[in-house]
């Protein structure tokens, strides 16, 4: 079953704007994940952040977490037109430490 | 970085066929693998956690007599579409789970296309 609901579903902006797309999950988690996807291509993994966590950083992208409001985002800053693909989180809960559940995605285009 | 492969990339087969996709993990062992099946623009579902030397565990409305999984090495796990039909035509994708720094992560294959006629 579908855990996280991304939104927006489609985001478009300019090269050089930044993209935040969000998250919401319903049940409490161990992690939470961000992950990439060109289209008709695997996924490519991006960021992890813990539970216990609030916020990380790595490179261009910058992801948070709202435990209590059970929702996560990510910052896309400077975007560029090879961003474009669809972005989605996966969440980690209960005794798993790795069955993903995915969100429905945002498709993300990045206009030069 | 750890690499998954899967082959074939692509597979067009006849209804009643059946197929079979290869999952490998090129740079490190795996105990655990998952597949996956999307359909066009939605999301990815989970449809098994494949366990080295073990029994796949299904996802609640997959059909285990129809997608046979088979997890023989630490490398390598497949994923037979038996007897296909149109409808079964999906972008499946395995992932691997590497172990590392106390996480597991998952490093997803390319993908494979399949479609039924």
């Known amino acids: 079953s579908q855990q996280g609901e991304e939104d927006p579903q489609a985001l478009s902006i300019q090269e050089g704007e930044n993209a935040t797309m969000n998250c919401s999950y319903k049940t409490s988690i161990n992690n939470l994940q961000w992950y990439r996807q060109n289209s008709g291509r695997g996924l490519v993994h991006l960021i992890l952040i813990r539970s216990n966590e609030r916020e990380k950083h790595s490179g261009r992208l910058r992801v948070t977490l709202d435990t209590s409001k059970k929702s996560s985002s990510l910052l896309i800053t400077a975007s560029r037109a090879a961003d474009t693909a669809s972005y989605f989180c996966a969440t980690v809960s209960g005794g798993s430490n790795y069955k993903l559940t995915f969100g429905k995605g945002t498709l993300l285009t990045v206009n030069p | 970085g750890a690499v998954v492969s899967q082959h074939p990339s692509w597979v067009i087969c006849k209804s009643g066929t059946s197929v079979k996709i290869e999952c490998r993990s090129l740079d490190f062992q795996a105990t655990t693998m998952f597949w996956y099946r999307q359909f066009p623009k939605q999301s990815l579902m989970l449809m098994a956690t494949s366990n080295e030397g073990s029994k796949a565990t299904y996802e609640q409305g997959v059909e285990k007599d129809k997608f046979l999984i088979n997890h023989a090495s630490l490398t390598l796990s497949t994923l037979t579409v038996t007897s296909a039909h149109p409808e079964d035509s999906s972008f499946y994708i395995c992932?691997?789970?590497?172990?590392?720094?106390?996480?597991?992560?998952?490093?997803f294959g390319p993908g494979t296309r399949l479609t039924v006629l």
């Open positions: 992932s691997a789970t590497r172990h590392t720094d106390g996480t597991d992560t998952q490093y």
